[in-house]
């Protein structure tokens, strides 16, 4: 307001003067969650390179990490659910790329990446994956030869663990029935391919070793991407091939590919097909030198035979076996007759056994204990019945018997007499019965036993 706005207003009126503006506090906590939010609200998605340091895994799952590069440093943390989903395990000193949103951890006043998703700079996260779990393993000593278990000379029963719908099945039975018609094939149906496929065929090797008799086990699948045969890099599947009781053959994917499964195996296959022909090679070469025995076993035979015939074609030349055929026959005719006689004595020796047996038969049911167990129990019941009649005589004689006899008792009980009127005198203590008067004195006390109950008394005098 100029001076001349203010001529003619009253002195009460003038405006006030102008008052500073109020400064706004913040605590610490408002200041940070400010920050916090204006963090996340513009930076909900960044990609950030660099090293991995002071990496640590904690027992809730989640990592715990820190980026850094020449000349700044990032904390990071990778929550239990985005951590489920790596291929490989992050390590202090690899370079990686990570994506993920910017905080604030507000108990620190830090601010920190969470990370969503992470990969390796470089070299991809299969491939790393595959390499950090093939030096543990190695380390472990899984790959030993040592440890890897010879193939069967010939197997009876094979173990097969694959999918029903992949090529890989019907290229092994393909080449087990054309080499091996006669093998008995065990096929544990399984996934080999995406989520859970692992665990499944895990649980396909540990199924089939329990089956009996299964002498080597077959595990794999047809070709494919690295992502495609991941199954079969898995630890879960290393460790199931190392603990079946069978030795067992990889053959997953063609013969450029390699798992950590064939490591694992006691013997690598390029393909299922020649997993199937390494089962069934031995058979095949113990098959040819049983053939090739059995023609050299053949010549000797024939050679020896013609050794034989040659000599007896020399010895029937001699003058000292003119005649033989003759006497050979007589020898057959005679051997005849005794064998017909042998049979005359066998037939007649076997009608007298089967006579006695027929005896002996007709004895023995007569001595039939079901039998002799009937009459008993027939003599048992009569026995019994006759007891029963006998104790109820005698009972109803003895109760007769008893009945009189208290009579008798009750009339000569001395109680009876009280009950016509009498009594009975005692002595004090009741030791006594008091017959006579004179073996009272006045003074002394009786005790006087009526039919209904009993008296005290005090003699006064005696007559």
């Not at 003067?17 to 998605?45: G, N």
Request: aromatic fraction near 4%.
């Amino acid at each position: 307001m100029t001076p001349s706005d203010r001529i003619g207003l009253p002195f009460e009126d003038d405006p006030p003067e102008p008052t500073p503006a109020r400064r706004r506090l913040l605590t610490v906590t408002e200041l940070t969650a400010a920050v916090r939010s204006l963090l996340e609200s513009h930076l909900t998605e960044v990609w950030v390179e660099g090293e991995i340091s002071n990496c640590r895994l904690w027992n809730t799952g989640h990592l715990y990490f820190t980026l850094k590069d020449p000349s700044a440093q990032l904390r990071a943390v990778m929550f239990r659910s985005a951590v489920r989903g790596l291929r490989f395990k992050p390590e202090d000193g690899l370079q990686v790329v990570a994506r993920g949103r910017i905080s604030v951890y507000e108990p620190k006043g830090e601010y920190q990446l969470v990370c969503e998703h992470m990969q390796p700079h470089g070299l991809g996260a299969l491939q790393l994956a595959f390499e950090q779990l093939k030096r543990r393993l190695a380390a472990e000593g899984l790959f030993d030869e040592a440890r890897k278990r010879p193939l069967p000379l010939l197997p009876r029963k094979i173990g097969v663990v694959t999918s029903l719908d992949g090529a890989a099945l019907r290229d092994i039975l393909n080449v087990l029935g054309r080499r091996y018609p006669n093998a008995h094939v065990v096929v544990r149906p399984a996934r080999v391919q995406g989520e859970g496929a692992a665990a499944d065929v895990a649980r396909g090797l540990e199924a089939v070793g329990r089956v009996g008799g299964v002498d080597v086990i077959i595990v794999g699948r047809g070709g494919g991407s690295i992502e495609d045969l991941w199954a079969f890099n898995e630890e879960i599947v290393a460790r199931a091939i190392v603990a079946a009781p069978v030795p067992v053959i990889s053959a997953v994917g063609h013969e450029i590919d390699f798992t950590i499964a064939d490591f694992a195996a006691d013997l690598r296959a390029p393909t299922p097909s020649a997993a199937a022909e390494l089962v069934v090679a031995r058979k095949d070469e113990y098959a040819g030198r049983i053939a090739r025995t059995i023609e050299r076993l053949g010549a000797g035979a024939r050679r020896a035979i013609g050794r034989r015939r040659a000599a007896v074609r020399a010895l029937e030349l001699g003058r000292g076996f003119a005649g033989w055929p003759g006497r050979l026959a007589s020898r057959a005719r005679h051997a005849d007759e005794l064998a017909h006689d042998l049979r005359g004595a066998a037939a007649a020796a076997m009608v007298r056994r089967e006579r006695r047996f027929r005896e002996l038969r007709l004895r023995l049911e007569a001595c039939d204990l079901r039998r002799r167990l009937g009459v008993i129990r027939v003599r048992l019941t009569g026995a019994a019945a006759r007891l029963d009649a006998a104790v109820t005589r005698r009972r109803t004689d003895a109760g007769g018997r008893l009945r009189v006899l208290a009579g008798q008792l009750e009339s000569l009980s001395p109680l009876a007499v009280l009950a016509r009127g009498y009594a009975v005198c005692w002595d004090e203590a009741r030791t006594r019965v008091i017959r006579r008067a004179a073996a009272l004195a006045p003074g002394d006390r009786v005790r006087v036993t009526l039919n209904e109950g009993e008296i005290a008394c005090e003699v006064k005098e005696t007559g």
